[in-house]
């Protein structure tokens, strides 16, 4: 909790507990969370804090790089502490996110971006959709 203190602190922003409350959820969690999903998971600890500042908080966390926000194509957008280049697969009926940490194929795809466009990239986000695992046994049934 200190260590996150001194992260938020880093990056000149006033600690306050929902904050730090919302930034430790999300450092905790592989799951990608929503908005939503982070708001009703600190609803006990934080029964005052509201949406609305849930969402002001990611902002403020995203313009300062401490998380990445992923825009999955549904309503709401999805929230990631791990800042680094990486890519995601969604689960199109559950929609559980995974995350997929290094593509072999990734290289090869912006040297072809590139020479098609002729852009200088400067970075890229890729996101698969599909099935998972426990969703395809679930339709055997
Ligand atoms: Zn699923
Ligand atoms: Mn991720």
């Known amino acids: 909790m200190l ?3 001194a992260i938020l602190k880093e990056h000149g922003l006033k600690v ?3 904050r730090l409350s919302i930034f430790k959820m999300l450092r ?3 799951i990608h969370p929503s908005a939503e999903t982070i708001y009703k998971a600190l609803q006990a600890e934080h029964p005052t804090m509201s949406l609305a500042t849930v969402y002001k908080t990611l902002d403020t966390f995203v313009q300062h790089g401490l998380v990445q926000q992923l825009n ?3 309503d709401s957008y999805r929230y990631d502490a791990d800042t680094s280049k990486h890519s995601h ?3 199109t009926k559950c929609k559980s996110v995974i995350d997929l940490p290094s593509l072999n194929q990734v290289p090869a795809l912006r040297n072809e ?3 098609t466009t002729g852009f200088i990239l400067s970075h890229e986000q890729l996101y698969f959709y599909g099935l ?3 969703c395809q046994e ?3 049934n």
């Open 132 to 134: 998972c695992p426990t």
């Open 16 to 18: 306050t507990p929902q």
């Open 3 to 5: 260590e996150l203190t």
């Open 28 to 30: 905790s969690t592989h």
């Open 138 to 140: 679930e339709g055997q």
């Open 89 to 91: 697969v969604q689960c």
């Open 113 to 115: 971006v590139q020479s």
């Open 72 to 74: 999955l194509g549904e």
